[in-house]
């Protein structure tokens, strides 16, 4: 199984929306356990009752306005979760869900600790003022540099996803990407591509020799060429060759970037910083895990 336990973050926007439908798609293909988490941060209570927003509000704070702030929260996460059950219901999918208190980051990589992959959405620019974003900035970011667990940023509606791409540059972490987006493209009936990007046009010919390199890891049979060589800045060349194509974009966590230079990776923290493309960055999973998968992947030649 490539992800059998998939986590879902839920906040009620357009963009986790947008997540729940990833979600959905990869538990019906992949056959995986599906929960749904939606957190109440306190900093959001807080900033509610700032004397600013209290007097727009039109109440003024008191002992009790801080848990009553609390249990309206509570009620809409409860309504986001109950909402997240019934689509799933439609679908045929039983899910779990919970609804947790705590700081947003936090809550969720304690949860995910029991998960393979986590799914979110990106805020996008339009966003920016709005006061769940000016609390807490980009979670989708802190969350993928903090995870010991792949994850899938949803940036764009699944409906326009096409193709399955995956960035390779010969690293062993874009290797274990290209394993787990072959096998997720055949999952998911997608086509599979690979790119290559090089700094120089000078460079092509190194790029077509990591590509034939690339060619051995291939388990399955692919009717057109699947390895693709660009000229360009990484992360722009990777963003909107992932756009045109209507692509999920598969990059490895320390593939194509300098590891000194970030704790990411350069190329992997641009492109999810810019939300472009849907972006799963995948971490590969324990030893334990690995062999469960590679047993479940031989079996499926």
């Known amino acids: 199984m490539l992800f059998d336990k998939i986590l879902v973050a839920l906040d009620g926007s357009t963009n986790s929306r947008n997540a729940a439908e990833y979600a959905f798609w990869l538990a019906t293909n992949l056959d995986s356990q599906l929960t749904g988490q939606h957190v109440i941060d306190p900093r959001l209570v807080d900033l509610f009752i700032s004397p600013e927003f209290a007097e727009e509000l039109g109440f003024a704070c008191s002992v009790d306005t801080s848990e009553k702030v609390f249990s309206a929260l509570r009620r809409v996460g409860r309504v986001i979760l109950d909402l997240y059950v019934r689509e799933a219901s439609e679908r045929g999918l039983k899910v779990e869900t919970h609804l947790d208190e705590g700081y947003i980051v936090e809550c969720i990589l304690s949860r995910l600790k029991n998960y393979d992959l986590l799914v979110m959405g990106h805020k996008g620019r339009e966003d920016s003022s709005m006061p769940l974003n000016i609390v807490l900035g980009s979670v989708a970011e802190r969350l993928a540099v903090n995870s010991k667990k792949s994850v899938l940023i ?139 998968t590679e047993k479940t992947l031989s079996k499926s030649r």
Not at 178 to 194: F, G, I, P, Q, V
Not at 250 to 260: F, M, P, Q, T
Request: hydrophobic fraction near 35%; charged fraction near 25%.
């Open 154 to 292: 949803a940036s764009r509606p699944l409906k326009e996803i096409e193709q399955i791409l995956v960035a390779y540059d010969g690293s062993e972490p874009s290797r274990g990407a290209l394993l787990m987006a072959e096998s997720l493209a055949k999952n998911t009936n997608c086509k599979l591509k690979a790119i290559t990007v090089v700094p120089s046009n000078q460079e092509i010919n190194l790029a077509k020799v990591v590509a034939q390199d690339g060619e051995k890891y291939l388990r399955e049979y692919w009717g057109e060429n699947v390895f693709m060589q660009l000229e360009g800045e990484a992360s722009d060349t990777l963003l909107t060759y992932a756009t045109s194509s209507n692509s999920l974009l598969v990059i490895g966590a320390y593939g194509y970037n300098d590891k000194e230079g970030n704790v990411l990776g350069s190329t992997t923290t641009q492109v999810i910083r810019r939300s472009a493309a849907s972006t799963l960055v995948f971490r590969p999973l324990n030893k334990k895990q690995g062999k469960k």
